[in-house]
């Protein structure tokens, strides 16, 4: 079979070692052989020192019985791994998005992680505890979630430099009616920005500004509403709701103003962009602790402030966005297991991998915040992974210039207090409705964008748009994931 990856080996680097990285591990694997671990690596930066970094990450983990290499990808990573494992090509660590675990896990694709949670990986398990609810299938657990934002504030990040001209301030804007009322006054004053967008294309402003259901799934074909919070727990169609009407006809206000972007369904500039080219105030987006400072990086340094409309929610898909998991090519799955637990508690590890050498691709600005070397640049670099979210726990790791000292202890903090839906845990079985999930997306991809940014006459067009998707089985899948929630809650 032709390589679908590039498998980066280094027999010797000279010159590279560890001082700058807290030198050499002191745990010993004594009369153990050495693994050598295959681990997916993701090619979205650059990346021309790889195998120094790898070579780092040996010289650090070799005591402990472990070797690493990687298996570097592109962003299509789901198709060559699927590839490579059913081809029975050697890996052993790979990432899985949390659509695809279920389908994995039936077709014995991965492994159980659950055999090594109170041994090699039982630092893993203590800090992972609360989320690892939403990886458990049949009461094994298949998978690691990074440890991110594991919840989601919806809401507003807008130029700091129009409010305060005008005499606002970001804590002062709660609510839509604010946000409403600020546009009012603003718009005129500004003829030559758009009021609003979102943050990116393919995203529509009700999700990322009002939202606060639990989808239950990869998509909103049948969602718990007011945050999976009521009892008994009452799968609906979003698009039948209510509040699904008010915050359509409230955007559709908006776009007759003339204060959202016109082209909001294909314009391919995110909100970011269009803020730094001086077309945009502001935008809807997911928010969470540091993203104003992200946004403002996005922008082209214009100062970006963040404001969320309801409080941070949490659930499955959040989650278990993205996994890590041991595929049934691995060797040595209590060896790989060992490694996984160092990506979510040895710093080491995870900042080799996520921003390389110190003094190399990166220098400390203080104990939390790093940059690059005098003379190095984004262009210029030799490792710039910049993926924090996408390995381990990034909570253990440093972060770029730009961000709060804090911003880790914030990130802890706003997952502490995230409301957690209580189908939390729950992951729907697609299988049984397959075909109207189809049909369905079919109709909400023909709707949705145009109705979440005020396009469509909502007399008019949100009948068609119910009735389209009546047609199409959206009540056929509501009433499956009610069936399986019910099962779910009796199991428990």
């Given at each position: 079979?032709?390589?679908?990856?590039?498998?980066?080996?280094?027999?010797?680097?000279?010159?590279?070692?560890l001082?700058?990285?807290?030198?050499?591990?002191?745990?010993?694997?004594?009369?153990?052989?050495?693994?050598?671990?295959?681990?997916?690596?993701?090619?979205?930066?650059?990346?021309?020192?790889?195998?120094?970094?790898?070579?780092?990450?040996?010289?650090?983990?070799?005591?402990?019985?472990?070797?690493?290499?990687?298996?570097?990808?592109?962003?299509?990573?789901?198709?060559?791994?699927?590839?490579?494992?059913?081809?029975?090509?050697?890996?052993?660590?790979?990432?899985?998005?949390?659509?695809?675990?279920?389908?994995?896990?039936?077709?014995?694709?991965?492994?159980?992680?659950?055999?090594?949670?109170?041994?090699?990986?039982?630092?893993?398990?203590?800090?992972?505890?609360?989320?690892?609810?939403?990886?458990?299938?049949?009461?094994?657990?298949?998978?690691?979630?990074?440890?991110?934002?594991?919840?989601?504030?919806?809401?507003?990040?807008?130029?700091?430099?129009?409010?305060t001209?005008?005499?606002?301030?970001?804590?002062?804007?709660?609510?839509?009616?604010?946000?409403?009322?600020?546009?009012?006054?603003?718009?005129?004053?500004?003829?030559?920005?758009?009021?609003?967008?979102t943050?990116?294309?393919?995203?529509?402003?009700?999700?990322?500004?009002?939202?606060?259901?639990?989808?239950?799934?990869?998509?909103?074909?049948?969602?718990?509403?007011?945050?999976?919070?009521?009892?008994?727990?009452?799968?609906?169609?979003?698009?039948?709701?209510?509040?699904?009407?008010?915050?359509?006809?409230?955007?559709?206000?908006?776009?007759?103003?003339?204060?959202?972007?016109?082209?909001?369904?294909?314009?391919p500039?995110?909100?970011?962009?269009?803020?730094?080219?001086?077309?945009?105030?502001?935008?809807?987006?997911?928010?969470?602790?540091?993203?104003?400072?992200?946004?403002?990086?996005?922008?082209g340094?214009?100062?970006?402030?963040?404001?969320s409309?309801?409080?941070q929610?949490?659930?499955?898909?959040?989650?278990?966005?993205?996994?890590w998991?041991?595929?049934?090519?691995?060797?040595?799955?209590?060896?790989?297991?060992?490694?996984?637990?160092?990506?979510?508690?040895?710093?080491?590890?995870?900042?080799?991998?996520?921003?390389?050498?110190?003094?190399?691709?990166?220098?400390?600005?203080n104990?939390?915040?790093?940059?690059y070397?005098?003379?190095?640049?984004?262009?210029?670099?030799?490792?710039?992974?910049?993926?924090?979210?996408?390995?381990?726990?990034?909570?253990?790791?440093?972060?770029?210039?730009?961000?709060?000292?804090d911003?880790?202890?914030?990130?802890?903090?706003?997952?502490?207090?995230?409301?957690?839906?209580?189908?939390?845990?729950?992951?729907?079985?697609?299988?049984?409705?397959?075909?109207?999930?189809?049909?369905?997306?079919?109709?909400?991809?023909?709707?949705?964008?145009?109705?979440?940014?005020?396009?469509?006459?909502?007399?008019?067009?949100?009948?068609?748009?119910?009735?389209?998707?009546?047609?199409?089985?959206?009540?056929?899948?509501?009433?499956?994931?009610?069936?399986?929630?019910?099962?779910?809650?009796?199991?428990?």
């Amino acid at each position: 079979m032709k390589k679908m990856v590039l498998i980066v080996v280094v027999s010797i680097v000279l010159g590279i070692c560890l001082v700058s990285c807290g030198g050499s591990s002191s745990k010993e694997a004594k009369g153990e052989e050495t693994y050598k671990i295959t681990m997916m690596l993701l090619s979205a930066g650059t990346t021309p020192d790889v195998g120094l970094v790898q070579v780092a990450i040996n010289d650090y983990i070799k005591p402990m019985g472990l070797e690493l290499e990687f298996a570097i990808m592109d962003w299509q990573f789901v198709q060559t791994i699927n590839l490579m494992v059913s081809g029975g090509e050697k890996l052993d660590l790979i990432p899985v998005w949390g659509t695809d675990m279920s389908n994995d896990i039936a077709q014995g694709k991965i492994l159980p992680l659950t055999p090594y949670l109170d041994t090699v990986m039982a630092g893993t398990k203590e800090i992972m505890k609360d989320y690892l609810v939403a990886t458990t299938y049949r009461e094994d657990v298949y998978g690691v979630p990074t440890l991110r934002d594991m919840a989601a504030a919806f809401g507003i990040c807008m130029r700091e430099d129009i409010m305060t001209k005008y005499g606002y301030k970001i804590e002062d804007i709660k609510t839509p009616a604010d946000l409403e009322a600020m546009f009012i006054d603003i718009a005129p004053k500004e003829p030559e920005l758009y009021m609003f967008y979102t943050q990116g294309n393919g995203n529509d402003i009700i999700e990322q500004m009002l939202h606060d259901w639990d989808p239950l799934g990869n998509d909103a074909y049948g969602v718990l509403m007011n945050y999976g919070q009521e009892e008994p727990l009452k799968v609906v169609n979003l698009f039948d709701t209510p509040e699904y009407e008010g915050h359509a006809r409230l955007l559709r206000k908006w776009y007759l103003n003339g204060w959202i972007v016109p082209d909001a369904t294909t314009n391919p500039q995110g909100g970011p962009v269009q803020v730094g080219a001086e077309k945009l105030f502001g935008f809807a987006s997911n928010l969470k602790p540091g993203f104003d400072a992200q946004s403002t990086l996005a922008a082209g340094g214009v100062k970006m402030v963040q404001s969320s409309f309801k409080p941070q929610l949490s659930h499955s898909q959040y989650i278990a966005l993205i996994n890590w998991c041991i595929p049934m090519t691995c060797k040595n799955p209590e060896k790989t297991a060992q490694f996984l637990n160092l990506l979510f508690t040895d710093p080491v590890v995870f900042n080799l991998i996520n921003w390389g050498i110190e003094g190399r691709h990166y220098v400390k600005m203080n104990d939390h915040i790093i940059t690059y070397p005098e003379g190095v640049t984004a262009e210029t670099t030799g490792y710039n992974m910049n993926l924090t979210w996408f390995y381990g726990n990034s909570l253990i790791g440093y972060m770029w210039e730009g961000n709060d000292y804090d911003v880790n202890d914030q990130m802890r903090e706003f997952n502490r207090t995230a409301i957690f839906s209580k189908a939390t845990g729950f992951n729907f079985d697609t299988t049984p409705v397959r075909n109207a999930i189809t049909s369905v997306t079919n109709v909400v991809n023909e709707y949705r964008l145009a109705m979440g940014a005020g396009m469509l006459d909502v007399d008019e067009n949100l009948p068609k748009f119910r009735a389209a998707l009546k047609a199409a089985g959206i009540d056929e899948i509501v009433a499956e994931k009610q069936r399986q929630l019910d099962a779910w809650l009796a199991a428990r």
